[in-house]
């Protein structure tokens, strides 16, 4: 049962490191960038509430098919991920866009100059996680209840290390005590009478 207890603790806190890990490390490895999906526009492609991992491009590369994100046209700030459905080179790199789940095109085109990547895959569901979480532990409570939380798994943790070894130490130390008596019986019995 210990054994199951400690496996458990040990495969949370390695799942919970893998994740953070990959959520932060993956998009730097890759040149991706996580964007959440808010909007149902691209669904069933995008799921509001997805995470979609964008690259950047040349944007000389994209052609007919590819979901991009760029910048809307009436305020920089905000980012808006579509599919493009025809590209036009003439006088400049132009994009018409539109929208999975939009019967049509968008009432814009897209300069090259807007456009901020190139959508590689999406993970359905994960930006409501990492949003609810990401907002509860800004409050002070679950900040502290997640650094508590940590905490007493790391020194639990610690703790029955420090316990299986002394317990491995003290029967090694016995083993070793006895061996050597042993020794000093053969070798000079009457000093091994003497002592006890």
């Not at 999906?37 to 590369?61: C, I, K, Q, W, Y």
């Not at 290390?161 to 020794?183: H, P, Q, T, W, Y």
């Amino acid at each position: 049962m210990k054994k199951l207890a400690a496996f458990l603790v040990n495969l949370a806190m390695g799942v919970s490191i893998t994740l953070a890990g990959a959520a932060f490390l993956l998009p730097v490895i890759f040149g991706a960038r996580p964007v959440v999906v808010l909007s149902g526009s691209m669904e069933p492609t995008l799921n509001v509430g997805g995470v979609a991992l964008m690259e950047r491009v040349d944007s000389t590369t994209i052609k007919v098919g590819d979901i991009i994100t760029f910048r809307a046209p009436d305020n920089k700030t905000v980012m808006i991920t579509h599919r493009v459905i025809e590209v036009f080179r003439q006088p400049t790199l132009i994009f018409q866009t539109q929208g999975d789940a939009v019967g049509k095109p968008d009432q814009f085109k897209v300069p090259a100059d807007t456009v901020v990547g190139k959508v590689r895959f999406s993970i359905p569901g994960l930006g409501f996680a990492m949003h609810r979480v990401a907002k509860e532990i800004r409050t002070p409570l679950g900040f502290g209840l997640t650094m508590g939380i940590t905490s007493l798994i790391l020194v639990a943790d610690e703790i029955r290390n420090i316990m299986s070894l002394r317990r491995r130490g003290s029967s090694r130390r016995a083993k070793f005590m006895k061996r050597r008596a042993e020794r000093l019986k053969r070798r000079w019995p009457r000093a091994a009478r003497r002592l006890r």
